[in-house]
């Protein structure tokens, strides 16, 4: 088993008492030596299954989006999905195949590579 293997994604949900705003978020991810970018997409739009060959550490600014990772099951043998609102982080190891479909008032993102 690779590294990449072992490495399991996850989603980390915001801890704070107030909803951060972009360059809050912006700035976290600074911190952790990061290069965030933003994208945006329009309600319900739909990412097909594709993979990275690099890691992936995401914020959601605002709106909301699924990650669907077909190829993993939770203990009761179902898709893995991974829901992200406004704060929440995601960490999505290179090689994972996962679709992306957005909530019904659109999505704004950071995402940044990352090198584990």
């Known amino acids: 088993m ?11 949900r915001w801890q704070g008492t ?7 978020l912006q700035q976290q991810m600074l911190s952790e030596h990061l ?10 739009d ?5 993979q990275h060959t690099y890691h992936k550490i995401l914020y959601c ?10 190829d993993i099951r939770d203990e009761l043998g ?10 929440d982080r995601m960490f999505l190891p290179s090689g994972v195949r996962h679709s ?5 008032l ?3 993102c950071l995402e940044a590579p990352h090198e584990a």
């Not at 690779?2 to 980390?12: A, G, H, R, S």
């Not at 290069?35 to 319900?44: C, I, L, T, V």
């Open 78 to 87: 179902e898709v893995v999905n991974l829901d992200l609102e406004r704060g």
């Open 46 to 50: 739909q990412y097909a299954v594709h």
């Open 18 to 24: 107030e909803l951060p705003d972009e360059h809050t």
């Open 2 to 12: 690779t590294d990449n293997q072992k490495l399991k994604p996850y989603v980390t």
């Open 100 to 104: 992306a479909s957005v909530g019904p």
């Open 35 to 44: 290069s965030p970018y933003a994208w945006s997409n329009g309600p319900r």
């Open 61 to 70: 600014v605002r709106g909301s989006i699924r990650f669907t990772l077909p």
């Open 106 to 108: 659109g999505v704004t």
